[in-house]
């Protein structure tokens, strides 16, 4: 690859000390006439040092030694909505992974679709792959179409209308739901009613109740969908499914049965989306369905290390304990 002549020469410059970190990159007009090369060509080998992070574009100025060596194959550009529990089990999986090839950024857009978008436009030519988790409002398939699709790697949501063989780790939430209950039948017909709390601002609460009605109208059990812990409407006899973002509704529940002294697992059900260390203690252990967070991380890295294109349902285990 005639490109990677100029990547050499760079490098080249920067080992002997010729050009240090900060220094500017000679212009294209001046590598042109140096080593004879097309605009075109020089491109792509600056392009390959911004993705290995060895200089940095700065606009209107040029081009910038970032860094001396190259350490790592890799760079992965990490895009999460937010950090918790679950998130934090995905990335250290992928950073235990990759810590020998890779270098992992990780930057956040807490469902904020111009944060979202600005973040991808300023690093599009800065990493090898980007790895992006959407739950936005907003479509941003336009913004995922800028990035190459043998880059792009989407995870936990399969975000509608990008184009390109890509790779995506997604939870089939529709299937999972209605699996997880389908495996708990027996202890949720001891129960007179079914309730899913379904939050509105939940991207993927359309899907969730999919798979929620399915199951109730297969087995016939009475339901109801409440989109928030409703007090009036708390009952004994009940059993509640939960996938609040900070399991507050978790909480709300647990507060009206100690309230009226009902007892998890006995007066009152509970279903909770995603295990944590909490629910496998508190009020003696919280039933749960939940998605392999760790299995998404050592999915990614499979995909980046084998250089594989790949289109996987991560897989969800439920974990019976004392609330239902």
């Known amino acids: 690859m005639k490109y990677m002549q100029l990547v050499d020469h760079i490098n080249q410059l920067i080992e002997s000390d010729k050009l240090h970190i900060g220094d500017r990159l000679p212009s294209l007009k001046q590598f042109e006439k140096e080593l004879g090369m097309s605009k075109e060509t020089l491109l792509k080998g600056l392009n390959h040092l911004l993705e290995k992070g060895i200089i940095e574009s700065v606009y209107r100025k040029g081009y910038y030694v970032k860094k001396k060596s190259v350490d790592h194959t890799y760079r992965v ?13 995905f990335y250290h999986t992928l950073f235990d992974q ?3 090839v890779a270098d992992v950024d990780v930057y956040f857009h807490h469902h904020n679709l111009k944060v979202f978008e600005n973040l991808i436009r300023e690093n599009l030519n800065n990493y090898t792959h980007f790895v992006v988790a959407t739950f ?13 699709p043998q880059k792009r790697i989407i995870i936990d949501y399969d975000q509608p209308g990008l184009d390109g063989d890509y790779s995506c780790v997604f939870q089939d939430f529709e299937h999972d739901i209605y699996s997880g209950l389908t495996q708990l039948k027996q202890r ?8 899913l ?6 991207t993927h609460a359309r899907h ?8 109730c109208l297969e087995h016939h059990i009475p339901y109801a969908i409440q989109h928030e812990v409703e007090a009036g409407n708390f009952k004994k006899g009940n059993a509640y499914i939960t996938f609040s973002r900070y399991d507050t509704d ?64 991560n897989p969800t285990h439920v974990i019976v304990r004392n609330s239902l």
Not at 137 to 147: G, M, V
Request: hydrophobic share 45%; glycine share 6%; no cysteine.
């Open 77 to 89: 550009f990490l895009l999460l909505d937010k950090m918790n529990i679950m998130r934090d089990r």
């Open 98 to 100: 990759l810590k020998d």
């Open 136 to 148: 936005l409002k907003d479509d941003p398939s336009d913004t995922l179409n800028l990035i190459p």
């Open 188 to 195: 949720i017909t001891t129960y007179k009613k079914l309730l």
């Open 197 to 202: 709390i379904a939050p509105t601002e939940a």
């Open 208 to 215: 969730v109740v999919d798979g929620f009605l399915k199951f």
């Open 250 to 313: 978790d909480v709300a529940l647990i507060k009206l049965a100690r309230g009226k002294g009902y007892k998890l697992g006995k007066d009152i059900g509970l279903i909770s989306y995603n295990d944590t260390a909490v629910k496998e203690v508190l009020e003696d252990g919280i039933t749960v369905i939940s998605t392999d967070f760790e299995a998404m991380g050592r999915a990614v890295s499979n995909a980046i290390l084998h250089r594989e294109t790949v289109s996987i349902r």
